[in-house]
């Protein structure tokens, strides 16, 4: 069977607000990396806000994981994962991350009030709203 992209074909991919909804990132990494040239660029506009499930825009750390799977199924499908998973998550599938500017935000709720399964995340993690992310397949 043939692939629809294949690989080693690609020299940019671009993403806007879209690696929030996707519920298996490592895989999506994965396969832009297989398809992406030596030298080809990936670049990934990630959205970390509550996207309508909290009153704040980082309210969605205050849900656990079983209160967030019930939440997350009526509203918008977001994976919460912060910046340091999408990191660690492009270079597991092979690409050196070139650069991140992030969007940080010191409104909405503070670090005390995250829930306990979140309280591993780091105050950047917590506090970044949003991020440009430039990865390049080496």
Do not use: C
């Amino acid at each position: 069977m043939s692939e629809i992209i294949p690989p080693d074909s690609v020299d940019l991919l671009i993403s806007q607000a879209v690696m929030e909804h996707v519920s298996d990132v490592e895989a999506a990494y994965t396969a832009m990396a297989k398809w992406l040239r030596k030298g080809g660029i990936a670049s990934h506009q990630v959205d970390f806000r509550s996207h309508g499930t909290a009153l704040t825009w980082n309210g969605h750390w205050r849900y656990s994981r079983s209160v967030w799977r019930v939440a997350n199924l009526r509203k918008s499908g977001i994976n919460r994962l912060p910046l340091s998973a999408h990191l660690r998550a492009l270079e597991a599938a092979g690409l050196e991350v070139v650069g991140h500017v992030d969007q940080i935000d010191t409104e909405g709720i503070d670090d005390g009030a995250v829930h306990d399964d979140w309280r591993h995340l780091s105050s950047a993690d917590l506090r970044t709203a949003s991020a440009w992310i430039n990865a390049r397949r080496t």
